[in-house]
């Protein structure tokens, strides 16, 4: 059933006897979902409580219409006491091979509009209305969205949702998102979800999960963003995940680049595992972390997060980025390219973990005869530019660079753990010859930082016609430390080494170092490094990896030991 309700200002208004209007198959104000809009709108009565004894075979256009619906009612009876069952309320597009809900040209109210316990399934997108579940457009009211099930839908641009301004007024579609479930839907871009000059908080137990962005047929690169597509100045804030990556943005496809996710032209996406309070709300938590899990592009770069342009930025806090494979050439974790940034760090709150706040783990991309690959945690590209302090780095894959890559690019690494990355070129057909390549001009700065046990074949860094600066840190590897070819250039200082032969630096001591617990991943230090320095040459601007404030300036790498007791195990063992 079709229904286009237009508000008109000649409509008599009278005064229902309740504020709402029920809908369903027993005792209701009505049976459907499109009559009850009619009573909505020539009644004033805003919202529509919505039965889940029957499957509604409807495609909803709220045209300039402020209603709320909520499903989750067992019967209507329950409606009118307002008492949810435990079933969400189903509206199936398929009847007529639209999209189940088109919300657009609402003008400013006094109330949220709340969509709420609703399993939004089989809508079909078009040029019009592009996504298959949710459509919104030019709203200057805001949305809540709470409790959906929004599955198996298909469109151009958001299978699932779909939030854009055409208006030109540079206001933005204001979006709450908690405790949703965006699964199993397609599109040409942004699988999951497409976002374009709006604001979108997602947060609570929600996922973003099994989407695929096929772009306009199988076996080609195009097809962008798996998870969600963010582009012309979205602002995409997700705060959902867990240690168990249940939840978070997760197993998603895509044929082009951004498995997980594809942001360009001035998107900001904010990955943030901490509470934060917006406009009264306090969202997110600081016990998990926020989940990149999983996802993998067929052909392109960025399995997990794909980001170009000038003014595009991805910055998270408390995140784990993992277990991302890509089939193109850059970034297995995360690609940024085209002067877009990428920021990976802790707040100054305690974090989710004391330890494990900020991962890149387990990661690949692929090679093949016609194109190696780069990058397998992350890579960048086309001066854009990578800021990771106070993260793990660990058992990323790639032919060069398996943790980073550079290319005419530049990056700064501080107060992080780079360890057991690469399978020594036996796994997958990949090389894994560096930890770290920098190529093009590319610019790179590591402070404080602990490289151990990465499992290369040629040498921790590899120097192509780049500069690379590396400071008050440790490397315990059994490659050379450095390689360098036509006219690159380097700075060693204050170093903690296995070898002094690959490089030339200052203040450098070649001695082992005595971990924690280095077969199960515990790289504290357990007696304190051999301070040489005459001189800080990089001040700090973190604390260290555990978050403890740097109490010596001549401290090697990630850990500064302490007289506290720091061991513990960290549970992460990949061989």
């Not at 091979?97 to 399934?121: D, G, H, M, S, Y």
């Not at 399995?303 to 170009?308: D, S, V």
């Not at 001549?554 to 850990?559: K, T, V």
């Amino acid at each position: 059933m079709n229904k286009k309700i237009i508000m008109m200002l000649y409509l008599t208004v009278s005064i229902n006897s309740h504020a709402f209007i029920t809908v369903g198959n027993d005792n209701c104000d009505s049976s459907t979902i499109g009559d009850a809009l009619v009573q909505a709108v020539n009644n004033a009565d805003f919202e529509l409580r919505i039965a889940s004894n029957k499957i509604y075979f409807e495609n909803l256009e709220l045209d300039a219409i402020p209603v709320s619906l909520i499903g989750g009612y067992d019967s209507c009876a329950d409606a009118e006491v307002n008492s949810f069952g435990v079933n969400k309320t189903q509206v199936d597009g398929s009847s007529l091979f639209k999209p189940v809900i088109v919300l657009e040209n609402i003008a400013n109210t006094a109330n949220t509009i709340r969509f709420a316990n609703l399993e939004i399934v089989n809508g079909l997108g078009n040029i019009i209305n592009p996504s298959g579940g949710i459509t919104i457009k030019d709203v200057d009211v805001q949305i809540d969205l709470e409790n959906l099930f929004i599955h198996t839908n298909n469109s151009e641009k958001g299978g699932g949702l779909n939030s854009t301004r055409f208006d030109s007024t540079g206001e933005f579609n204001l979006i709450f998102i908690k405790d949703v479930a965006i699964n199993s839907n397609t599109a040409m871009d942004g699988g999951g979800l497409y976002c374009a000059e709006s604001q979108i908080h997602m947060y609570g137990e929600s996922v973003i999960q099994s989407n695929q962005a096929l772009g306009p047929g199988s076996g080609s690169r195009e097809g962008d963003g798996g998870g969600i597509y963010v582009t012309a100045n979205c602002q995409f804030n997700f705060y959902s995940g867990n240690t168990s990556s249940t939840l978070g943005i997760v197993s998603n496809t895509a044929n082009g680049d951004g498995g997980g996710i594809y942001a360009s032209n001035a998107a900001q996406v904010v990955l943030d595992g901490y509470q934060v309070e917006v406009l009264g709300r306090e969202i997110g938590n600081t016990v998990n972390p926020v989940n990149i899990t999983n996802n993998l592009t067929n052909f392109g770069d960025g399995a997990g997060i794909f980001a170009q342009d000038n003014a595009t930025q991805v910055m998270a806090y408390g995140t784990i980025i993992s277990f991302n494979s890509a089939a193109g050439s850059y970034g297995g974790g995360v690609a940024v390219d085209s002067f877009a940034e990428f920021t990976l760090i802790r707040k100054p709150e305690p974090c989710w973990d004391a330890y494990l706040c900020n991962q890149l783990v387990a990661n690949k991309v692929y090679s093949s005869v016609s194109f190696p690959s780069f990058g397998g945690a992350v890579a960048a590209t086309n001066l854009s530019n990578i800021t990771i302090k106070q993260s793990i780095i660990y058992a990323n894959q790639a032919e060069f660079g398996t943790s980073l890559a550079l290319d005419s690019s530049s990056a700064l690494i501080e107060s992080s753990m780079i360890y057991k990355n690469g399978q020594n070129g036996m796994i997958n057909n990949l090389q894994d010859k560096s930890a770290v390549d920098i190529i093009n001009g590319s610019q790179l700065i590591i402070a404080l930082t602990t490289f151990a046990n990465n499992k290369i074949t040629q040498s921790v860094i590899n120097n192509n016609a780049s500069h690379v600066s590396l400071f008050s840190s440790i490397v315990q590897d059994t490659e050379g430390v450095y390689d360098s070819l036509l006219s690159a250039s380097e700075q060693f200082r204050c170093l903690l080494t296995h070898e002094d032969n690959s490089f030339n630096g200052n203040d450098v001591i070649v001695s082992s170092v005595d971990f924690v617990d280095s077969n199960n991943d515990d790289y504290h230090l357990k007696t304190p490094s051999m301070h040489n320095c005459e001189s800080s040459v990089y001040q700090a601007t973190v604390g260290d990896i555990d978050h403890n404030t740097r109490t010596n300036p001549y401290s090697h790498g990630a850990d500064e030991f302490l007289t506290i007791s720091l061991i513990f195990k960290n549970g992460f063992e990949l061989n």
